[in-house]
């Protein structure tokens, strides 16, 4: 389960934080980048790529157009653009993450309630 909030005191994220805040393999969001001129972290002195919030709810976006909505790397990338000609790319990226929230919160009620269960089970007999 990913951990899909973005806390605001952090400027910079590595690439192993924005995996988990985004539960995606580093290869995936390098072969993204390659596919998607706005997704370009910066690199720090040692070559590390950096990333800010704002990407991060820019990949979350592209997550859930790929995998949510089932759109192609061309189909999502022509629809990230005309979020942003209309003006609602801030919008939609900060609703893919709260989508992505609360479907995280969901499975992990899921667990909880499985565990909660499997207790009961267990004592009950």
């Known amino acids: 389960m990913a951990v899909t909030t973005i806390g ?13 805040l985004t539960d995606l393999k580093p290869h995936v969001l390098r072969y993204w980048e390659s596919q998607f001129r706005f997704l370009n972290p910066a690199k720090n002195r040692s070559g590390n790529r950096v990333y800010k919030a704002r ?6 976006l592209v997550k859930h157009l790929l995998y949510t909505d089932k ?14 000609r ?6 939609e990226s900060r609703r893919a993450l709260e989508l992505e929230t609360v479907r995280d919160l969901r499975a992990g009620l899921d667990e909880l309630l ?7 089970a267990a004592g009950g007999q």
Not at 86 to 91: I, K, N, T, V, W
Request: charged share 30%.
């Open 71 to 84: 759109y192609t790397i061309e189909g999502a990338r022509h629809r990230v653009e005309q979020y942003r």
């Open 55 to 60: 990407e991060i709810e820019l990949i979350l």
């Open 8 to 20: 605001t005191t952090q400027e910079f994220f590595s690439i192993g934080e924005v995996c988990t």
């Open 86 to 91: 209309s003006g609602a790319l801030r919008a």
């Open 114 to 120: 499985a565990l909660i269960d499997g207790r009961k």
